[in-house]
């Protein structure tokens, strides 16, 4: 069974900076171009970003310059390094491969406060 599994969550001041990990039991992040989500309850998950398996990033308008999606195929990880916080990005973020209906993981909650 293929699902992510996502870490590094916690809570923050405004400013501040954080770093997810998401590792892909069941396969390898290698193969795929893995994105990010964020959700917040009794609300549609959003994208924030993307990387593909050349290690190109897109990334959305709100969140450029301040958050970058990187790869470390050994440790068969991508990571989500954000910087510049706001309350506004208080959610859980979830990995997911691209264009795939495989599980989604239970996502980390990141809260940032004021």
């Known amino acids: 069974q293929v699902r992510p599994v996502e870490s590094g969550g916690g809570s923050v001041q405004a400013g501040g900076s954080l770093r997810l990990s998401c590792t892909l039991s069941?396969?390898?992040?290698?193969?795929?171009?893995m994105s990010w989500y964020l959700q917040v309850p009794g609300k549609a998950r959003v994208w924030v970003g993307d990387?593909?398996?050349?290690?190109?990033?897109a990334d959305a308008d709100p969140v450029k310059g301040r958050f970058t999606i990187t790869r470390d195929n050994a440790k068969n990880t991508v990571s989500l390094q954000m910087s510049s916080l706001n309350p506004e990005a208080t959610a859980v973020y979830s990995c997911?491969?691209?264009?795939?209906?495989?599980?989604w993981g239970q996502g980390t909650q990141v809260t940032v406060s004021s």
């Open positions: 997911h491969i691209d264009g795939q209906t495989t599980d």
């Open positions: 990387i593909n398996t050349g290690g190109s990033t």
């Open positions: 069941g396969s390898t992040v290698s193969f795929w171009t």
